[in-house]
């Protein structure tokens, strides 16, 4: 390598740590991500029980 070694190799060493770090922070995203959106699903499906619950609740008391 003409003793330019120690450079080409740093530098494939820093692209290395680079790539890794942004494949780790991707993936630690996604997984917040797909928790982020079980949690809102689930937030949905209690509006609407809930709002079903009422609904029946004032046709027992209108009866």
């Known amino acids: 390598m003409g003793g330019y070694a120690f450079y080409v190799w ?5 692209t290395f740590v680079a790539l890794v770090g942004i494949v780790t922070q991707s993936v630690l995203e ?3 991500l797909l928790k982020s ?4 699903q689930a937030r ?4 609407k029980k809930s ?8 046709i ?3 009866e």
């Open 10 to 14: 740093l530098a494939y060493g820093v």
């Open 30 to 32: 996604h997984r917040n």
């Open 37 to 40: 959106i079980v949690k809102e």
């Open 44 to 47: 949905q499906e209690r509006i």
């Open 51 to 58: 709002k079903t619950k009422s609904k029946q609740t004032l």
């Open 60 to 62: 027992d008391v209108s």
